[in-house]
């Protein structure tokens, strides 16, 4: 059997937050008040994020959540008649962090993916793992950031962008990375600037609560992503690919190179789903290379799985 690795070891799944802004860029709510609206919501852990503006900080040190340091990273790469960019979430450890608290580097200046690869070089030799962020919003198809090196994740979901553009709202372009063999996991963040936006869209990670431990298991691919089901196993085993999770009214089951495939139940109370990898009149036109699922409840929110490589 291979099973996915969020679903394997005793860990507790912790429910937290990656991608976030406050007053100290532009967001609407102050750090305490994005904190404690997180913590209410259930979260275990959270990155405050803003636009270059490093934090390690806890600013309501009464409440217990755990803060991964981190900021928004960015660079526009075409601005004329409309505009393309960048944009990079930055987490990193505690102890051996290369950031300081409340640095704020300059923007980069980049036109290409490889003109903007020395910042994100440079980003990860100060210890931090990074996130490629709303492809959709940001006017970048794939082949404008596909050979970014050393992103473990980019967004699949952002709160931000579904609510105010509609964009960015179901792993947009992720197939198109994993159908080349690069492993990149995909998130379901925030983005949230309005307190609205904040504790729509999570990751749950099977960690031990406290920032490395957490960073290791993001790093290993040991999350889903939510914006309300919950997913409780996810693997292949004979040939088969199986979902099980909280009830939902469709699962359905992605690859590249092949059609995605849908189990669907009328009255939304399915909890396990399973389709055979080589029962497809294509079959023979080559195997999987790879599988995710994506789970949607009859109120239409969504959760992912990350893809297991077969």
Same mark, same amino acid.
């Given at each position: ?28 709510g ?40 981190g900021?928004?990273y960015d660079?526009?790469?075409?601005w ?15 102890? !051996? ?21 020395? $910042?994100?070089?440079?980003i ?13 919003w ?13 992103n ?6 952002n ?35 309005a ?12 960690a ?15 999350? $889903? ?13 004979d ?5 099980e ?54 109120? !239409?929110?969504y ?5 297991i490589?077969?």
């Open positions: 059997m291979k099973q996915q690795q969020a679903f394997s070891g005793n860990e507790k799944m912790l429910k937290g937050a990656l991608h976030c802004h406050t007053t100290r860029s532009d967001g609407r102050t750090p305490e008040e994005v904190i404690r609206y997180h913590y209410q919501h259930g979260y275990d852990f959270l990155a405050i994020t803003d636009h270059r503006n490093y934090n390690l900080k806890n600013f309501a040190p009464d409440v217990p959540i755990t803060i991964i340091p900021m928004e660079s526009h790469i075409e004329k008649n409309g505009f393309r960019c960048f944009h990079t979430v930055c987490v990193g450890p505690v102890t !051996g962090n290369g950031f300081k608290q409340d640095e704020q580097p300059e923007s980069g200046k980049a036109s290409n993916q490889e003109e903007y690869q020395p $910042y994100l070089d440079d990860h030799a100060k210890g931090n793992l990074t996130i490629y962020c709303h492809p959709e940001s006017s970048t198809p794939a082949r404008y950031f596909e050979n970014q090196k050393g473990f994740a980019m967004e699949i979901w709160s931000g962008c579904a609510l105010n553009c509609d964009m960015d709202t179901d792993a947009a372009y992720w197939d198109e990375i994993l159908g080349q063999g690069k492993v990149l996991y995909g998130v379901a963040t925030d983005d949230g600037h307190m609205e936006e904040h504790c729509n869209g999570w990751v749950m990670v099977r031990e609560n406290n920032v490395n431990a957490i960073l290791e298991a993001l790093k290993a691919g040991e999350f $889903y992503s939510s914006c309300g089901p919950e997913i409780y196993n996810f693997y292949v085993e040939g088969k690919a199986v979902v999770c909280s009830p939902v009214a469709k699962i359905r089951f992605h690859s590249d190179k092949n059609p995605t495939r849908i189990v669907r139940s009328a009255d939304g109370t399915m909890t396990r789903a399973e389709i055979d990898l080589a029962d497809t009149w294509w079959a023979s036109s080559g195997e999987y290379k790879y599988v995710r699922a994506t789970v949607i409840d009859k109120n !239409g929110k959760a992912w799985t990350n893809p490589f077969l």
